[in-house]
């Protein structure tokens, strides 16, 4: 039989990961590395922490082997360590979603209502595209669309969706961005409604697709 002590460290190090992301900022950092890398400074910025805070969070998920980090000039710059780290945090995420008590509840305080919203499915998505008869928008930061995005998609950032001018209105428009808790598809289709356009959401967001084995582009804008 093995030692228990020895079972007891085993187990310990591999519960690290889970630490590593236990913390509402840290799952928070998580779904944001999920996207693409960030500096600290932007990662602070994104969190609503400060960078002494945020720098704390990092150094204890990159000791945990959660995330790897490069140089850049001065700047430290964090990523995830790989895909599967993402997998973990979504598994985490939804979880949560089917069987925490109150988590509808919370979601709902936050993304507001969503009624009528009508997401469009990944897969339905998929054939559109092939189609060529809808227009898609990728409403997260520029940064992360540059990491990578659905192919075809434009990069229009929901601040910048004034720009949108061009397209005619009877087209039908898809907006997407970092996940199923993420607002800015919500803003983004509820601000081309108001304006006339036909808009919809995807169902979840960009690292949903990836996950999905479904074609992925990257570039810049």
Avoid at 53 to 61: D, K, P, Q, V
Avoid at 126 to 151: S, T, Y
Wanted: hydrophobic share 45%; charged share 30%; with cysteine.
């Amino acid at each position: 039989m093995g030692d228990r002590a020895a079972k007891d460290a085993l187990f310990d190090a591999l519960a690290g990961v889970a630490k590593a992301l236990a913390g509402g900022r840290r799952a928070e950092i998580a779904d944001v590395l999920a996207q693409g890398e960030r500096s600290v400074e932007q990662l602070a910025d994104e969190i609503g922490q400060s960078v002494a805070n945020t720098s704390h969070h990092l150094r204890a998920m990159a000791r945990a082997g959660v995330l790897r980090t490069r140089r850049e000039g001065t700047r430290i710059v964090y990523m995830l360590a790989s895909d599967r780290v993402g997998d973990v945090w979504a598994a985490m995420r939804d979880i949560a979603s089917d069987h925490v008590a109150g988590i509808t509840e919370l979601v709902d305080a936050y993304v507001g209502d969503r009624a009528g919203l009508e997401p469009v499915t990944r897969r339905e998505l998929e054939a559109r595209i092939e189609a060529g008869d809808v227009v898609v928008l990728d409403v997260r930061p520029a940064a992360e669309f540059a990491a990578g995005h659905i192919p075809g998609a434009r990069s229009v950032p929901v601040a910048e969706l004034r720009r949108l001018r061009s397209l005619a209105k009877e087209i039908e428009i898809v907006a997407y961005c970092r996940g199923p808790y993420c607002v800015y598809a919500d803003d983004a289709v509820r601000q081309l409604r108001r304006r006339g356009f036909n808009a919809r959401r995807l169902e979840d967001g960009f690292p949903e697709w990836k996950r999905a084995g479904l074609p992925i582009a990257a570039g810049t804008r």
